[in-house]
């Protein structure tokens, strides 16, 4: 082609459809051109797809001939929009040849009708149905292509009227508050991108959708969504997550009912109801699965651990059996407690209640007068619980009833014997207890290991070491719990709680293992440990009580690849339980503390426990947690007192800061 001043060019821009310009002059193979915007840029020859033959614009007053040149381009749009590519296409199927652009014009257009061939040419870069475009040159499609083109427009302007509709719910959700129907069909996307955000897999059209809205920002679709009311401002984010299970079907609920209806005297099982049983728990337990009788013979003593029995009900594969699988053990939060066993069994029939005689597997554990541990008798039994209470009411009776004042008395001895073997007795820290109750958030400090939560704690302690050695010596496949050690290495010992001394003997202490091997468990002294204390709580439990039941029934056994096939199941949810309740007491521990900003600052008391190049560790007492912060500008050091202020506190992505302060002298 031959390019002069003034000419009016289609070139190939950044999008598929020509753009005009205005050749300003040539220099070898290129042009300078002048844009729509008045900006001038240089082409090669070859971009040009179709040219003017004469000059149509005066070039030397540069804003004229922007303007000429704009006018010119609106001539060619407004030409484009009424042109019918259908009724071309119709007139060339016959010869359906690829034709040149000016082949196809001279069938409609004078040659020096410019505005109208480039209003054609632009329509025919543009199109997607009527034409095939290879190399600048068009060929008309068949009719059966056609058909297919146009129903693929046709649905593709309807995914574009949807997402339109989407884009407008979207706005109407961010901006008012309102959830409309059409994005139903989306919420679970919503919601998985509200805790993901861009790793969320939602679908492409709810994405493009959402940036589009000018929401694609995950903070500010869960603050949309609980101003609909979708979500609520304390919304468990782990349960979405994890597609945690809270309720059961229709027809777990019904298996629950029939196994509930049994008559437990129907059962062939030792009657241990004339024993002294007392089940004591935390406040507010419902689901009671252990208790205990203790009795002193001429030669020995003998403590009873009784562990409620559903494994009696639910057999392997039944409903009931795969849905405790699935959820692995209980959930307890604050706010919502989410049983591995509907109500009906967990905190019904099987609960050890008072008054009411249960079914249990009760270990008779038989020490001698100096509290050497000697053996464990196993039954099938059921019980009797004569009183059911909590740690705080057992406490206040335990001077004046003598009973359980002689139980706990057995259970220090046991305590020391323990230490002789090597436990490590740490003093621990409180507990700390969140209740949320009529959306008021109570904060409660407990000393788990004084008293009678300690004693329960060592008898659970005594049946599952006893457990493990009755496994071991039976030869029945198992999973115990093996803590490695060095007996060699010296733990401090405090007789109050030390932050310092715990944390420097949490960094020495190893991970607890659970696998076939039978070993020892250094923290705890005992050699041999596993647990079967929590079978309406915990699934793997469950199935060591079917383990325990077969061999005395004289059935076959588990063998340790099915055992540890079916724990390995339930343990990706007992995983997901844990970082469930973990998280939710943080919460609420957080929410807590941010509801005490608003009167006033937060400051705790702490300790420094250990101190680095850039951020230090120390220990809160209202939190009963170890935290960490930049280093502050005060020499540290540890078991050093200072103050720790809230700095900041983010609910949605669970963060607090803090910063120490010195404590003047």
């Known amino acids: ?4 001043a003034g000419y009016i060019i289609e070139f190939v821009s950044k999008g598929s459809v020509p753009e005009a310009a205005v050749v300003l002059n040539t220099a070898g193979t290129n042009i300078r051109i002048m844009l729509i915007n008045g900006k001038e840029t240089n082409i090669p020859e070859k971009k040009v797809l179709y040219s003017s033959n004469r000059s149509l614009i005066t070039v030397s007053d540069k804003e004229n001939c922007k303007q000429n040149l704009i006018s010119i381009n609106n001539a060619r749009k407004e030409i484009a929009e009424k042109i019918d590519l259908a009724e071309i296409r119709e007139l060339l199927a016959e010869d359906p040849k690829f034709y040149e652009l000016n082949e196809i014009a001279e069938f409609l257009y004078d040659s020096s009708d410019y ?3 480039a209003a054609l040419l632009r329509k025919l870069c543009d199109d997607h149905i009527y034409f095939k475009n290879k190399n600048n040159t068009f060929q008309p499609v068949s009719q059966e292509t056609l058909q297919q083109a146009i129903e693929q427009q046709k649905k593709k302007e309807l995914q574009e009227q949807e997402e339109s509709i989407l884009v407008e719910a979207l706005k109407n959700l961010l901006n008012k508050g309102v959830f409309e129907d059409c994005l139903k069909t989306y919420l679970q996307d919503l919601k998985d991108f509200v805790i993901f955000g861009e790793e969320a897999k939602i679908s492409k059209k709810l994405s493009n959708s959402l940036t589009k809205a000018s929401i694609n920002n995950n903070r500010k679709v869960y603050q949309a969504l609980v101003r609909a009311g979708i979500l609520s401002e304390d919304e468990n984010f782990d349960l979405i997550k994890f597609r945690t299970p809270i309720a059961f079907s229709e027809e ?21 109801t004339n024993l002294k049983t007392w089940a004591i728990d935390s406040p507010g337990s419902k689901d009671r699965d252990d208790a205990f009788s203790f009795e002193k013979k001429d030669d020995s003593y003998i403590l009873w651990v009784h562990i409620a029995d559903p494994s009696e009900l639910i057999n392997p594969d039944t409903l009931l059996d795969k849905e405790a699988s699935r959820r692995g053990s209980s ?3 604050p706010d919502l407690r989410i049983n591995m066993l509907p109500e009906k069994i967990s905190e019904e029939f099987c609960s050890l209640d008072e008054g009411s005689e249960k079914l249990a597997l009760s270990f008779a554990l038989e020490f001698s007068l100096d509290y050497e541990y000697k053996k464990v008798s196993i039954y099938e039994s059921i019980i009797k619980v004569e009183k059911a209470t ?6 206040k009776i335990l001077e004046t009833d003598e009973w359980l004042k002689s139980a706990y008395d057995f259970s220090e001895h046991l305590k020391r014997k323990r230490i002789e073997n090597g436990a490590i007795m740490l003093v621990r820290q409180a507990e700390v207890e969140i209740k949320v109750i009529d959306n008021q958030i109570i904060i409660e400090h407990e000393n788990r290991d004084e008293l009678t939560p300690g004693m329960i704690a060592e008898f659970m302690i005594w049946a599952n070491h006893a457990v493990a050695k009755w496994f071991h010596e039976n030869n029945i496949p198992c999973l115990y719990r093996v803590q490695e050690g060095d007996s060699e290495t010296q733990i401090p010992t405090s007789e109050i709680f030390d932050p310092v001394i715990f944390w420097n003997t949490l960094k020495l202490m190893r991970k607890t293992t659970v696998g076939a091997d039978f070993g020892k468990h250094y923290s705890l002294g005992v050699n041999g440990y596993t647990q079967i204390s929590s079978p309406l709580r915990r699934y793997s439990d469950l199935l060591l009580h079917r383990q325990i039941k077969a061999f005395l029934r004289g059935k076959p056994t588990m063998s340790q690849e099915e055992l540890n096939n079916k724990v390995m199941i339930s343990d990706i949810a007992v995983d997901r339980a844990e970082i469930t309740m973990r998280n939710r007491e943080r919460y609420f521990m957080l929410k807590y503390i941010k509801q005490q900003q608003k009167t006033s600052e937060v400051i705790f008391d702490g300790v420094i426990v250990d101190s680095g190049l850039t951020e230090v560790n120390f220990y809160v007492d209202f939190i009963c947690a170890f935290r960490h912060c ?3 500008n005060f020499n540290v050091a540890p078991g050093m007192k200072v103050k720790v202020k809230v700095n900041q506190i983010d609910l949605f992505d669970s963060i607090i800061r803090f910063d120490l302060k010195q404590i003047k002298a």
């Open 390 to 395: 909590d740690y705080n009411s057992a406490n």
């Open 252 to 272: 777990q609920i019904e298996e629950a009912k029939v196994f509930c209806n049994i008559d437990i005297k129907s059962f062939k099982r030792v009657d241990l």
């Open 115 to 117: 505005d109208s061939i």
């Open 331 to 333: 959930v307890y939060m």
């Open 630 to 632: 930049r280093k502050p």
């Open 1 to 4: 082609m031959n390019f002069s």
